[in-house]
């Protein structure tokens, strides 16, 4: 029964270094992932209505839903830090 008390603090450790990880995956992900689906999205709308520049305009879209991504979860890390 000591072992298991004792080991307690080390699994809870790495829960948070696994949780801590996961979120800076997630902020390298965020903003070219946000880029890919806003020219997908820009590319069907051009595709479909036969335009040329909503894929463009779908990258800038996505390129700020990104940073928006970014800089919300560098905050709530920086914000968990304190």
Known sequence: MADEIQNEPKKSSTLRSYVQLEQMVQLAIA???GCLIGWL???W???HYGTS???VAGIGVGAVAGFVQL???AA???NKGK
């Open 53 to 55: 520049w909503c894929g």
């Open 45 to 47: 709308i051009d595709k």
């Open 41 to 43: 999205a820009g590319a």
């Open 76 to 78: 709530r890390i920086l």
């Open 31 to 33: 903003l070219p992932a």
């Open 71 to 73: 800089f919300t979860t």
